[in-house]
C-alpha cells in the first residue's frame, strides 16, 4: 500500500495551496482518507477528514473555513485545497488511510493504517 502526497511549496501569508495524494488502495466504501499535520517540536495534528466513502467531512477548529478536502474515488485521490494560510500552518503534510476507523476515531491518528511520506508547506513573508 503507497500513499503519495505532493503539492507542498512556500507560499506567503494569505495565499492558497492545493495538495494531492494518490492512493494505491482501491477507494471501496470502508475507507476513510485524511490529512495530518506535523509543526517541528510538535506532536502530528488532525487537519481533516473524510469518513468513508462520500462520507462526513472533518475540520481541525484552526483549519475550518480555510481548508477544504476532498476525494476523486474513481482516481483514488485526495486533496487538502488550502486558503488564506498563516504562519501557524508551516508544518509537514501527511495523507493517511484506514479501513476499519469508526466515525468517532477519524480524528485520532492512531486509528489510521497507511500513511504517506510528507509534503512540506511553509508559510512565511
Same mark, same amino acid.
Given at each position: %500500500?503507497?500513499?503519495?502526497? @505532493?503539492?507542498? +511549496?512556500? #507560499?506567503?501569508?494569505? +495565499? ?6 494518490? %492512493?494505491?488502495? !482501491?477507494? @471501496?466504501?470502508?475507507?476513510?482518507? +485524511? ?7 510538535? $506532536?502530528?495534528?488532525? %487537519?481533516?477528514?473524510?469518513? *468513508? ?9 484552526? #483549519?475550518?473555513? *480555510?481548508?477544504?478536502?476532498? !476525494? ?5 485521490? #485526495?486533496?487538502?485545497?488550502?486558503t488564506n494560510l498563516k504562519p501557524e500552518d508551516t508544518a509537514v503534510y501527511y495523507c493517511a488511510a484506514g479501513r476499519t476507523i469508526i466515525?468517532?476515531? #477519524? *480524528?485520532?491518528? $492512531? ?9 512540506? %508547506?511553509?508559510?512565511? @513573508?
Amino acid at each position: %500500500v503507497q500513499l503519495q502526497a @505532493s503539492g507542498g +511549496g512556500s #507560499v506567503q501569508p494569505g +495565499g492558497s495551496l492545493t495538495l494531492s495524494c494518490a %492512493v494505491s488502495l !482501491r477507494f @471501496s466504501s470502508d475507507l476513510t482518507t +485524511g490529512w495530518f499535520r506535523q509543526a517541528p517540536g510538535n $506532536e502530528r495534528e488532525f %487537519v481533516a477528514g473524510i469518513f *468513508r466513502r462520500g462520507g462526513a467531512k472533518y475540520y481541525a477548529d484552526s #483549519v475550518k473555513g *480555510r481548508f477544504t478536502i476532498s !476525494r476523486d474515488n474513481a482516481k483514488n485521490t #485526495v486533496a487538502l485545497q488550502m486558503t488564506n494560510l498563516k504562519p501557524e500552518d508551516t508544518a509537514v503534510y501527511y495523507c493517511a488511510a484506514g479501513r476499519t476507523i469508526i466515525q468517532s476515531s #477519524v *480524528r485520532s491518528a $492512531e486509528a489510521y493504517n497507511y500513511w504517506g511520506q510528507g509534503t512540506l %508547506v511553509t508559510v512565511s @513573508s
